[in-house]
C-alpha cells in the first residue's frame, strides 16, 4: 500500500499514529498533582474566628508577635492532570508537580483521605501537647489545651503548635514573647519527645510564609536544600532538629546571646 503512495503521501501516513500518540498523551490523566503556596495561620491568634490554642488549668500569656503555621494546597485525589498541565508548570517557581502518591495515600478514596488527614492532624496535636507540657515540666492532668483549626490536615504543623502552647504559657522564659515581637514561620513534624522531623513542600511553604509577613522561617534541617532553592528576599531559614533547639534558636535571635544556626 505504502509503495503507491508518494514520499510525502507515506510520510503523512506514518505521522498520523505519532501524532494521535501525542495527542492522547497530551490529554491523558497522569499520576501528578500540582501544589502552590496555601493558606498559613497564626497559632497564637484566632483563625476564622476561633483561638488556634485554648489553654485551661495554668496562667495564660498574653503575647505579641506571630507564629504562623504554613500550608499548600494540591490538585485534588481525583484532579485529572494532564501532560499539558505538568508541562506547563514544571518550570514555575510558584507550583509544584509532584507524584501524587506523594502527596496523597496511594489507592484510597477522596473520602478516605480525607479522613486519613483529620487523623494525622489529631495525633500531631497530641504530640504537640504532650512535647510543649514535657518541655515545661505540667502535667496533663492539671493542664488541659485544646487545638483548634479548621479545614487543615497532615502533621506539618506540628512544631508550630508546639511553640505557640509554650510561648503562651512559658514566653521566652525571661517574662518576653518567644516570638521576640517578630512574624515567624514554619513547618515540620513533632512526636512527644520533641524530635522534629521533615515535611516535604518546604519551597512553596517559603514563599507563603513571606507572603503573609514572616522574616523567620523554622525549618527541619533535613529540607534545608530544598528550603534554600526557592528562597524569597528577606526571609532567613533556621534549621531545626528538636524542640530544645528551636527554642534556643528563638532565644537567641530575641536576646542577641549565643549563636543563631543556618542552612
Not at 501525542?22 to 476561633?50: D, E, R
Not at 518550570?91 to 496511594?106: E, G, I, K, L, N
Not at 512535647?131 to 505540667?138: F, H
Request: hydrophobic letters at 40%; aromatic letters at 4%; a positive charge.
Amino acid at each position: 500500500m505504502l509503495s503507491r503512495l508518494t514520499r510525502p503521501q507515506a510520510v503523512a501516513v506514518c505521522a498520523l499514529p505519532v501524532v494521535a500518540l501525542l495527542a492522547t498523551a497530551a490529554f491523558a490523566p497522569l499520576p501528578f498533582s500540582v501544589a502552590q503556596p496555601g493558606m498559613t495561620a497564626n497559632v497564637l491568634g484566632a483563625n476564622k474566628g476561633t483561638q488556634v490554642i485554648s489553654v485551661s488549668g495554668a496562667p495564660v500569656r498574653r503575647t505579641s508577635g506571630q507564629l504562623r503555621m504554613v500550608t499548600i494546597v494540591a490538585t485534588g485525589p481525583d484532579t485529572r492532570v494532564s501532560l499539558g498541565d505538568v508541562a506547563g508548570n514544571w518550570f514555575r517557581t510558584d507550583r509544584a508537580v509532584m507524584p501524587r502518591d506523594a502527596v496523597y495515600p496511594s489507592g484510597d478514596t477522596v473520602k478516605e483521605i480525607e479522613k486519613h488527614n483529620a487523623a494525622q492532624m489529631q495525633q500531631s496535636q497530641d504530640a504537640a501537647t504532650r512535647a510543649a507540657l514535657k518541655y515545661l515540666g505540667l502535667s496533663a492532668d492539671k493542664v488541659k489545651v485544646t487545638l483548634r483549626l479548621a479545614d487543615v490536615g497532615g502533621p506539618s504543623a506540628g512544631l508550630l503548635f508546639t511553640l505557640g502552647i509554650i510561648d503562651k504559657l512559658h514566653g521566652d522564659g525571661s517574662g518576653g514573647d518567644l516570638t521576640g515581637g517578630r512574624t515567624i514561620a514554619g513547618t515540620g513534624t513533632i512526636d512527644a519527645s520533641g524530635n522534629v522531623g521533615a515535611v516535604g513542600g518546604v519551597a512553596l511553604k517559603t514563599q507563603a510564609a513571606r507572603r503573609d509577613g514572616a522574616t523567620i522561617f523554622l525549618v527541619p534541617k533535613a529540607e534545608c536544600a530544598d528550603a534554600k532553592a526557592e528562597l524569597p528576599k528577606g526571609l532567613r531559614l533556621v534549621p531545626v532538629t528538636t524542640l530544645k533547639g528551636a527554642v534556643n534558636s528563638l532565644q537567641a535571635l530575641e536576646n542577641g546571646k549565643g549563636s543563631v544556626p543556618s542552612c
